[in-house]
């Protein structure tokens, strides 16, 4: 069965920092690109980041370029976003995203599998 689950996600202040992760089944996460999306209340999903099958290339939306990592550790088929400096516009359900290539796009169409989403509320 194909998994892919979130968590990390919860309620921070403007300035805080939280750290979500995402388990993938093996065999979708091996050798694959995998992204992070997000979606805030009546907006379309957006792309936050995403990082190519070996993790030697990355690319983050400029919005959040400086305070966001992308990561991942193949050998806990996982794949983290740490994200510093939040403001409110973070605000989002945000989702984890696999690609059955090694280089994912900013494109969801790109993306074959997904997660549940998880909950990221920044206060003012």
């Known amino acids: 069965q194909v998994q892919l689950v979130e968590s990390g996600g919860g309620l921070v202040q403007a300035g805080g920092s939280l750290t979500l992760s995402c388990t993938a089944s093996?065999?979708?996460?091996?050798?694959?690109?995998m992204a992070w999306f997000r979606q805030a209340p009546g907006k379309e999903r957006e792309f936050v980041a995403s990082?190519?099958?070996?993790?030697?290339?990355?690319v983050y939306v400029d919005s959040v370029k400086g305070r966001f990592t992308i990561a991942r550790e193949d050998a806990k088929s996982t794949v983290s976003l740490q994200m510093n400096s939040l403001i409110p516009e973070d605000t989002a359900v945000y989702y984890c995203a696999a690609a059955l290539r090694a280089y994912g796009s900013r494109d969801t169409s790109s993306y074959r599998y997904w997660g549940q989403g998880t909950q990221v509320t920044v206060s003012a």
């Open positions: 093996k065999w979708i996460f091996s050798g694959n690109g």
């Open positions: 990082i190519s099958w070996n993790g030697g290339s990355t």
